[in-house]
């Protein structure tokens, strides 16, 4: 193959990006490579492999079921990162605690290692979300929960893996955004989206419309004008939710759109978690030109005072979220 880029040499590259490395971020990544290779192949399997599919039996700390393929990604990454020595600690949507690895790593690492996996067993997009910070703590002691609750904007790197037609990993160091596509022929993740940025224009919204009447009056108020006729402002936008975050997300990148998951009066901290799913992707779509907020402010400015976390969310093409919050500032 000519003029292909794999993804071990774009890091080799790119290593000076980030920040205090030699060599950390590269075995890092290369992890995070390995377990989203291994994921893949399990989720391509997926019905094929009776044991691989459905519930697990047990729920996660937000009171969710897991499926038995969550059990499994979240053990994959585990493995992979604390193997890799330059890991302090492991945060997991799937676990209670954090995870103390080593006490000479580093760095900490929050993930979702299965983002959307309701979606497993009808063969829908899903994906790997994960955020990387340098630890707080002196290196050589044990990793604490402070170690974990720091702001968005202390992210040294955040990227995520969707596993759909293709497999892809894209992530940013604060440099930019960068996909890479995963050649199953050759084994590789090869750059296939480099500096990847929303479009001028956004057209697309992503909301879960069952939860219409259970949202604030200005979220009710945008989606009707997202709905409304106005070729001026190239209304009404298209209505495209698949409920798989990674995939919403990715799909609004590349096409230009926002997604929307708000506060109901079922769920009035919003459901997504913030460490886990809203910043590492906040992270992504203001380094690619986008915007991220609760509705009110920034979303990598919250201060987290636990692990799990959750915050309204909405994420995509800056004056699509601008004119969001305006109508959450006038109607409430």
Known sequence: MENVKTLGEFIIDKQQDFPGSSGEFSKLLSAIRLASKIVSNQVNKAGLLSHIVGAAGSDNIQGEAQQKLDVYANNQFIKALTARKVVCGIASEEND???????DG???????????????????????????????????????????????????????????????????????????????????????????????RGKIYSMNEGNFYRSSKGVQEYIRYAQTIDEATNR???????????????????????????????????KLRLMYECNPLAFLAEQAGGKASDGIKR?????????????????????????????IASKG
């Open 299 to 327: 979303i990598m400015e919250i201060i987290p005072t636990e692990l799990h976390q959750r915050a309204p969310y909405f994420v995509g093409n800056t004056d699509m979220v601008d004119t969001l919050e305006a109508f």
């Open 236 to 270: 009404p936008y298209t209505g495209r939710y698949i409920g798989s975050l990674v995939a919403d997300f990715h799909r609004n990148i590349i096409k230009g759109g926002i997604y929307m998951y708000p506060a109901t009066d079922a769920a009035p901290n919003g």
């Open 106 to 200: 580093s760095y900490i690492v929050a993930m979702d290692p299965l983002d959307g996996s309701s979606n497993i067993d009808v063969n829908v997009s899903i994906g790997t979300i994960f955020s990387v910070y340098k630890r707080l703590s002196p290196v050589g002691t044990p990793v604490t929960e402070a170690d974990f609750l720091q702001k968005g904007t202390a992210q040294l790197a955040a990227g995520y893996v969707i596993y759909g037609s293709s497999t892809m990993l894209v992530y940013t160091t604060g440099n930019g955004v960068n996909g890479f596509t995963f050649d199953p022929g050759i084994g590789v993740f090869v750059l296939s989206h480099p500096n990847m940025s929303f479009p001028s």
């Open 97 to 103: 605690e954090f995870i103390p690895v080593d006490n």
